[in-house]
């Protein structure tokens, strides 16, 4: 009898912190709370298409223009449908006061041939490559579902060249 009354003691307490530790790997779903998660891409520079001058250069690692000033463009592809884009940096050489390098986002919004402008930033002059950073942008959400985001570079003036454009994003999982 006494042998009995011990089995059942360790078979209790096991019991016990199973039902107070709720159901394991293999047992129920539990919900779970979405996370806020934040990332951010490198669009190089070759990877900007022309679509206004033809006389540039792009050899991946820079884009520049060789004279007058040229337009260029690069899709975005995020690793998740839904993101809420939070900065815009460009990484760029500007040592003239009258060229510029300068970096919009877009939403095309395919299902009505339109699109949405939501943010800019533009080089100021320096002496050395820089970094230009803008956190105003609206609407900050793209949906891949509906929207196809863009970026569109202005290069005005064959003295200055675009190295990157870095875009901070965040996204539930």
């Given at each position: 009898?006494?042998?009995?009354?011990?089995?059942?003691?360790?078979?209790?307490?096991?019991?016990?912190?199973?039902?107070?530790?709720?159901?394991?790997?293999?047992?129920?779903?539990?919900?779970?709370?979405?996370?806020?998660?934040?990332?951010?891409?490198?669009?190089?520079?070759?990877?900007?298409?022309?679509?206004?001058?033809?006389?540039?250069?792009?050899?991946?690692?820079?884009?520049?223009?060789?004279?007058?000033?040229?337009?260029?463009?690069?899709?975005?592809s995020f690793p998740v449908p839904i993101v809420n884009i939070k900065k815009i940096t460009a990484y760029a050489y500007d040592n003239s006061g009258g060229a510029s390098v300068c970096v919009s986002l877009y939403r095309a919004r395919p299902i009505d041939a339109s699109e949405d402008y939501t943010g800019q930033v533009c080089t100021v002059d320096a002496s050395a490559p820089q970094y230009a950073t803008t956190t105003v942008i609206d609407p900050r959400r793209a949906n891949t579902a509906f929207h196809a985001p863009y970026l569109w570079v202005v290069i005005s003036g064959p003295t200055v060249e675009l190295y990157g454009v870095k875009i901070n994003y965040s996204y539930q999982r």
């Open positions: 009898m006494a042998r009995t009354n011990r089995l059942w003691i360790p078979v209790l307490v096991g019991l016990l912190v199973a039902a107070l530790a709720g159901p394991t790997a293999g047992g129920a779903a539990t919900a779970v709370e979405p996370r806020i998660t934040t990332a951010s891409i490198m669009i190089p520079a070759g990877a900007f298409i022309p679509t206004e001058n033809s006389d540039y250069f792009n050899y991946g690692e820079y884009l520049a223009v060789a004279s007058g000033s040229g337009s260029f463009t690069a899709p975005l």
